[in-house]
């Protein structure tokens, strides 16, 4: 074996291989063709075309109205921006135009997706013969959103930018295989996600997240400068990339590799600065209304904050939430950096600064992120469905356990599931008031992503239990020795696999 195989890794996984003889044996082979990579990559790609049918319905439906569209929780942003946000005129999305303003609002995404879905809609006008976008303009924007043709262009749109986040979500599967050579099959959680087939159209999210998966990768190779680049070109397209600074923080401090994160973060300032510029000179204060929006926006979809405004007689106001909400977020990052800087050492060595930390006591990259991105989601004043995309990368390899990821996805789906009821007001009470059974749908989310959180904890203070700590057993001369330090990408010919992987299997 060059690399572990789940079914002997993972009680799950090796349970349900029952059905098909049980786990592989000591003497498999590898098929010529069929490696790894390439079947998870096959898995990705069916999961993504079933989410593309499990949405059809929203896109090809005709006369349905909007809570036929909760109730078959097919719902997608791209639909209603595509008219909504002047794509269909192909208006640039930070124009200062003043007809083209008082016509349309600003797109309150971040200059990434600004520029992906100006992108694909001139593609789809092209697709579609090209259309005279300026007799458009003459008309009013309620009678472009009834026309035949733009409806037409709509189905195109959204075909176009599923391709897109197909290619996405494979290079996001491609790179989560090969952050650790030895242990490919960990992103199968990613490929085979449920949440990925049913969130992956509703927004712009996928992109973002293909960009953290590949900055994973290039940190395992030790690659700083793309390291920084991916994570600035993320933050371009959902600030949330930009908490992986703080990951990396934390390990160049164990590390003492202080040169490396300077250029990671140069990297991400400069990067991120880059993309946003054009932005900028074309229209200062429309580039403004992403941060202005975010920080106006009262309590939302899916938070606790909209739970205390709800239950609260009075409400709770909007400059109460940014506070507590950032403070308690900075004591979060805090929490990790200790927690950082402490896990994986023996506690008589906890706090000593002799020597450079070893790289195998500590805390991986994947684990540190998704603690961080946990904490701001738990606190953030919205959780719109499709954000459970930010953490899926980070968290498949964080904890690689099937146990636990079906845990914390079971309660992302419920979730998944009341979003749509409370929109279509299935969940009002027959009597009248809030709809509490929300909150539960809520509650179980954040309970379930809790548990997520714990377990990895768990793994960085108590490094035996951290599956991703094993080893594979390796086959002298099988042209696999070399495999990769865990979560470094440096080689280490001194480390003996077989005596590792049977050492960690007893201490489980």
């Not at 044996?25 to 069916?46: K, N, Q």
């Not at 409806?151 to 197909?166: K, Q, S, Y």
């Not at 714990?454 to 203070?461: E, F, I, N, P, S």
Request: proline share 6%; glycine share 10%; net charge neutral.
């Amino acid at each position: 074996m060059t690399h572990v195989h789940p079914t002997r890794d993972d009680r799950v996984v090796a349970a349900v291989s029952e059905v098909v003889g049980g786990p592989v044996g000591d003497h498999a082979g590898r098929h010529r063709w069929w490696t790894p990579t390439r079947v998870l990559l096959l898995m990705t790609a069916v999961v993504f075309a079933l989410g593309i049918v499990q949405k059809a319905p929203c896109s090809l439906a005709e006369g349905k109205d909007q809570n036929w569209v909760y109730s078959h929780m097919c719902y997608s942003d791209l639909r209603p921006l595509y008219v909504g946000r002047g794509l269909a005129e192909l208006s640039w999305p930070y124009s200062d135009d003043t007809e083209t303003r008082n016509r349309y609002q600003v797109m309150e995404y971040p200059v990434g997706i600004a520029y992906w879905a100006y992108g694909t809609a001139w593609l789809t006008q092209k697709i579609d013969g090209s259309p005279d976008v300026d007799a458009r303009a003459d008309r009013p924007v309620t009678e472009l959103s009834g026309d035949k043709d733009v409806d037409r262009e709509l189905t195109i749109f959204v075909l176009v930018n599923a391709a897109g986040f197909a290619l996405m979500a494979l290079a996001a599967g491609w790179a989560l295989s090969r952050v650790d050579r030895g242990r490919p099959w960990d992103a199968a959680a990613f490929a085979l996600s449920p949440t990925l087939l049913l969130t992956g159209l509703i927004n712009w999210d996928l992109i973002s997240v293909a960009l953290v998966a590949l900055a994973l990768l290039a940190w395992s190779r030790e690659r700083s400068v793309l390291t920084g680049a991916l994570i600035g070109l993320g933050a371009a397209v959902k600030l949330y990339p930009l908490f992986l600074l703080g990951a990396l923080l934390v390990i160049c401090i164990r590390q003492r590799r202080y040169a490396a994160f300077g250029l990671a973060a140069v990297w991400a300032a400069v990067t991120w600065g880059v993309v946003n510029l054009p932005a900028y000179l074309s229209g200062a204060a429309e580039w403004k209304v992403f941060w202005s929006f975010n920080a106006d926006r009262g309590p939302d979809l899916g938070s606790v904050w909209l739970i205390i405004d709800q239950v609260r007689a009075d409400g709770v106001q909007v400059h109460t939430i940014n506070t507590w909400s950032w403070l308690f977020f900075g004591a979060w990052c805090v929490g990790v950096l200790v927690l950082g800087l402490l896990a994986g050492r023996p506690m008589r060595n906890r706090w000593s600064r002799s020597s450079p930390g070893d790289p195998a006591e500590t805390p991986r990259l994947a684990q540190l992120g998704f603690l961080i991105v946990a904490g701001f989601l738990l606190v953030n004043k919205v959780y719109s469905p499709q954000y459970v995309l930010w953490l899926l990368p980070l968290a498949v390899l964080a904890r690689p356990r099937w146990r636990d990821q079906i845990i914390w996805q079971a309660g992302e789906i419920f979730y998944f599931c009341t979003v749509w009821w409370y929109l279509g007001g299935y969940l009002q009470p027959a009597g009248g008031g809030d709809p509490g059974f929300y909150w539960v749908g809520i509650v179980v989310r954040m309970a379930c992503e809790l548990y997520l959180v714990v377990m990895v904890v768990r793994d960085m203070l108590l490094p035996h239990h951290d599956p991703a700590r094993d080893r594979p057993e390796v086959v002298p001369g099988s042209g696999d020795d070399d495999l990769v330090e865990r979560g470094r990408g440096v080689a280490d010919p001194h480390v003996d696999h077989v005596a590792h992987g049977r050492h960690a299997r007893a201490v489980r």
